[in-house]
Nanobody, 116 residues
Framework: QVQLVESGGGLVQAGGSLRLSCAAS??????MGWFRQAPGKERAMVAA????????YYADSVKGRFTISRDNAKNTVYLQMNSLKPEDTAVYYC???????????WGQGTQVTVSS
């Protein structure tokens, strides 16, 4: 069974840090990424990474604050989030597939809440 399981969300004060993890099982994915959806807003890509880690993408709103990485031996992708802002509050979803613009597999989501 192909599955993505996220962990690491929670409540943090503005300026703080969190690290999200997403463990994949059932197969290895060429591209993996993180999306987020805030209340009343559409789900949007936050960061993405290719299999080797040589290519990454970041939304403008998180550049310089978030870092995506992956450990292929553990089939896990990470999102290190620093200098968090209240506007980063959202449900964060791990996603994966041949084309990260149209993921074939989604995680269940993990809540990140940043208090001011």
């Amino acid at each position: 069974q192909v599955q993505l399981v996220e962990s690491g969300g929670g409540l943090v004060q503005a300026g703080g840090s969190l690290r999200l993890s997403c463990a994949a099982s059932g197969r290895t994915f060429s591209s993996m990424g993180w999306f987020r959806q805030a209340p009343g807003k559409e789900r949007a890509m936050v960061a993405a990474i290719n299999y080797s880690g040589s290519s990454t993408y970041y939304a403008d709103s998180v550049k310089g604050r978030f870092t995506i990485s992956r450990d292929n031996a553990k089939n896990t992708v990470y999102l290190q989030m620093n200098s968090l802002k209240p506007e980063d509050t959202a449900v964060y979803y791990c996603a994966a597939g041949p084309n990260i613009d149209r993921p074939s597999t989604w995680g269940q989501g993990t809540q990140v809440t940043v208090s001011s």
